[in-house]
């Protein structure tokens, strides 16, 4: 059985860790939870270090629980946030427990016979018909002001980065976490809390709480993993266009394999090691070769392929490689008019996009393609040229004459032309 804190350890994701962890890691089967938001029906890249986390623990033979915080969700963690959050309601919240059980369920094991097989739990199921008397008598109690205020999370936001100051609501926060831990660990014996290293304030309320609680004998430990940052120090998992999700309805296949495909060299050699379940001579193996030739980015594509498979499918992982030889390599037709809607609009976001009008339709490609509202071709004679030269494609395919007719049965999905100038200039049409 692999040791869990070797593991985290060489793969760069431990931060920080309470004495006695190792050994009782070592000692038994140890349940361990690690809490998630559930105000997104979906997890996004930001989640995942969490998530392998879990990954590994069950692969060292320890049991693994997802905790979506449909209580702690409807307040909202002052951890890193310089303003309250707009709480969804509870019919919001259990659709996105589902969703992100779903895909959870892609790095864990929720339906096998093991005794560490995953769970998914759910914090409103047990803070629901928690009175705030009871809560104030049984929990409130046993914690201290002065304790709370010694946090990093509340210094922080007392100390002017908030513009509204912080809410009783969120100030209360680390007791809501900390009860979390302490029913967990009264009802299903979970002794360990992961997170990422932000959350090392409230897990310690957590096991504070159990001690307080229970008796000073009574063990409970917490481990984190360092917040991933990208190599400039800059934050990890966000794009111009916003975050990279896990639901493909969000982030298309072909943008998160080009998200991880894009990373620097220095990110590579670290995200190899956390975000995948590579083993450590494959990896050093892997970044040997790529530092003998870093122009042949190995390791970005070992990443972006072994992600994005876990994430999403192989059959997602081909065409999101199809997709990407459409720009940037040799492409068909065929490979043109496999893609998605989705990740056609993706692949070609960046290049000049036009309307055309239906009725034109049936009419020569010289007519239709040096539109008065499109910058294709300077002029009909330059687009002859072109054409002459066999310097112009549609949809892939060369075009022969200038007169050839463009009808509807050359539309991708039924609304679009891909009009091919030269090697590398396209324009997106879209037909309406």
Same mark, same amino acid.
């Given at each position: 059985m692999k040791n869990f804190v070797e593991e985290l350890k060489w793969r760069g994701m431990l931060a920080q860790i309470m004495p006695g962890t190792e050994e009782l890691l070592q000692k038994e089967m140890v349940s361990a939870y690690l809490g998630t938001d559930p105000t997104a029906d979906s997890l996004h890249i930001g989640h995942l270090c969490g998530i392998m986390m879990l990954r590994h623990l069950q692969r060292c033979g320890h049991k693994p629980y997802l905790l979506v915080g449909g209580a702690t969700g409807m307040i909202g963690d002052p951890s890193g946030k310089s303003q309250e959050r707009n709480p969804p309601d509870t019919e919001t919240l259990y659709h996105n427990q589902e969703a992100i059980?779903?895909?959870?369920?892609?790095?864990?094991?929720?339906?096998?016979?093991?005794?560490?097989?995953?769970?998914?739990?759910?914090?409103?199921?047990?803070?629901?018909?928690?009175?705030?008397?009871?809560?104030a008598r049984e929990v409130g109690k046993h914690i201290t002001v002065n304790y709370m205020m010694a946090k990093d999370s509340v210094q922080k936001r007392l100390n002017g980065?908030?513009?509204?100051?912080?809410?009783?609501?969120?100030?209360?926060?680390?007791?809501?976490?900390?009860?979390?831990?302490?029913?967990?660990?009264?009802?299903l014996g979970v002794k360990l809390q992961l997170g990422g290293n932000d959350q090392w304030g409230n897990m310690t309320t957590g096991t504070e709480l159990i001690r307080r609680t229970l008796g000073q004998d009574a063990e409970a430990f917490c481990l984190t993993c360092p917040l991933i940052t990208k190599a400039d120090g800059k934050k990890?998992?966000?794009?111009?266009?916003?975050?990279?999700?896990?639901?493909?309805?969000?982030?298309?296949?072909?943008?998160?394999?080009?998200?991880?495909?894009?990373?620097?060299?220095?990110?590579?050699?670290?995200?190899?090691?956390?975000?995948?379940?590579?083993?450590?001579?494959?990896?050093?193996?892997?970044?040997?070769?790529?530092?003998?030739?870093?122009g042949r980015r190995v390791l970005q594509k070992r990443l972006a392929e072994e992600v994005t498979t876990?994430?999403?499918?192989?059959?997602?992982?081909?065409?999101?490689?199809?997709?990407?030889?459409?720009?940037?390599?040799?492409?068909?037709?065929?490979?043109?008019?496999?893609?998605?809607?989705?990740?056609?609009?993706?692949?070609? =976001?960046?290049?000049?996009?036009?309307?055309?009008?239906?009725?034109?339709?049936?009419?020569?490609?010289?007519?239709?393609?040096?539109?008065?509202?499109?910058?294709?071709?300077?002029?009909?004679?330059?687009?002859?040229?072109?054409? =002459?030269?066999?310097?112009?494609?549609?949809?892939?395919?060369?075009?022969t004459?200038?007169?050839?007719?463009?009808?509807?049965?050359?539309?991708?999905?039924?609304?679009?032309?891909?009009?091919?100038?030269?090697?590398?200039?396209?324009?997106?049409?879209?037909?309406?």
């Open positions: 059980k779903a895909q959870a369920a892609r790095f864990l094991d929720f339906d096998g016979s093991e005794p560490n097989k995953a769970e998914l739990v759910n914090n409103y199921d047990w803070m629901k018909d928690f009175t705030f008397l009871d809560f980065e908030a513009r509204d100051g912080l809410s009783f609501t969120e100030f209360t926060y680390q007791l809501l976490q900390g009860y979390d831990f302490l029913h967990l660990y009264q009802t990890f998992g966000k794009t111009e266009s916003g975050n990279v999700w896990l639901d493909r309805n969000r982030t298309t296949p072909y943008a998160f394999y080009q998200f991880w495909l894009n990373v620097s060299d220095d990110d590579a050699e670290r995200y190899i090691k956390i975000f995948t379940s590579l083993d450590k001579p494959t990896i050093d193996s892997l970044v040997a070769e790529h530092r003998e030739d870093p876990m994430v999403h499918s192989q059959a997602d992982l081909d065409m999101a490689i199809a997709a990407s030889n459409i720009l940037f390599g040799k492409a068909t037709r065929e490979s043109l008019a496999s893609l998605d809607e989705a990740t056609l609009n993706d692949v070609f =976001k960046d290049v000049p996009h036009y309307t055309l009008d239906k009725a034109l339709l049936g009419g020569p490609a010289v007519d239709l393609f040096c539109q008065d509202n499109m910058q294709i071709f300077p002029s009909k004679s330059e687009m002859r040229k072109l054409v =002459k030269g066999g310097g112009v494609s549609l949809n892939k395919e060369k075009v004459a200038f007169d050839q007719p463009v009808t509807a049965s050359d539309l991708i999905d039924g609304k679009y032309l891909l009009v091919q100038k030269g090697k590398k200039n396209y324009f997106l049409l879209t037909v309406k």
